[in-house]
């Protein structure tokens, strides 16, 4: 299986902190996405980052890739309480259907 | 402005029921997905669409069912052969399967068998 898995599953911070979040996966990949869901609600793509790429910004979130490790990391800066969510990242493979499997996620709680 | 739009958002299903569950994109997006969830797990692939009138089987089709009559609409059906259909629905497009900038999803349905 090529499905990711996000580490930890749970993560507790307070408001201003930074909080990372681990992806690991198992086979080759195109591109490796980042997503939020709120509660109740849909996902929200946040920032892809392609197999030729090793870091990647957007505001206050940077996503690094290591194609060696197969793993990625989510790092978001200054944790805000509206970053309360949970977090999943989502793989592709090199095959000619590409389909996007999603890791089971990572629950963030930032205190205020 | 553009989007997807999943109705209802709470669904009741009882015992040996059908249900619909709608999707409708105006986003001009070529493919279209179903995707399962359960609690504290990732998401499932039910079924997904690469263009009109076709549509292949995800990782979990059993006892679901899809059309794509047309571009913008993707409705699945949870059929009384699904023994388990309680779970968050979400419905998500893409420009095209394969592509390079990510699902857009709907906000979710949430089915319940009573």
């Known amino acids: 299986s090529q499905q990711g898995e996000e580490d930890p599953q749970a993560l507790s911070i307070q408001e201003g902190e930074n909080a990372t979040m681990n992806c690991s996966y198992k086979?080759?990949?195109?591109?490796l996405q980042w997503y939020r869901q709120n509660s109740g609600r849909g996902l929200v793509h946040l920032i892809l980052?392609?197999?030729?790429?090793r870091e990647k910004h957007s505001g206050r979130l940077r996503v690094t890739l290591d194609t060696s490790k197969k793993s990625s990391s989510l790092l978001i800066t200054a944790s805000r309480a509206a970053d309360t969510a949970s977090y999943f990242c989502?793989?592709?493979?090199?095959?000619?259907?590409?389909?996007?499997?999603f890791g089971p996620g990572t629950s963030l709680s930032v205190i205020p | 402005d553009g989007g997807i739009t999943q109705s209802p958002k709470y669904l009741f299903r009882k015992e040996g029921q059908n249900v619909t569950l709608s999707c409708e994109q105006n986003?001009?997006?070529?493919?279209m997905y179903w995707y399962r969830q359960d609690p504290g797990q990732g998401l499932r692939l039910i079924y997904y669409s690469q263009i009109v009138n076709d549509f292949q089987k995800g990782d979990i089709a059993e006892g679901y069912s899809v059309s794509r009559e047309k571009k913008e609409s993707f409705p699945l059906t949870v059929t009384s052969a699904q023994k388990n259909p309680t779970a968050f629905y979400l419905c998500a497009s893409s420009i095209k399967t394969g592509d390079n900038y990510g699902y857009t999803f709907g906000s979710g349905t949430r089915l319940t068998v009573v």
């Open positions: 986003l001009n997006h070529d493919a």
């Open positions: 086979t080759s990949i195109n591109n």
């Open positions: 989502a793989t592709d493979g090199k095959t000619s259907y590409d389909k996007v499997i």
């Open positions: 980052i392609r197999s030729n790429e």
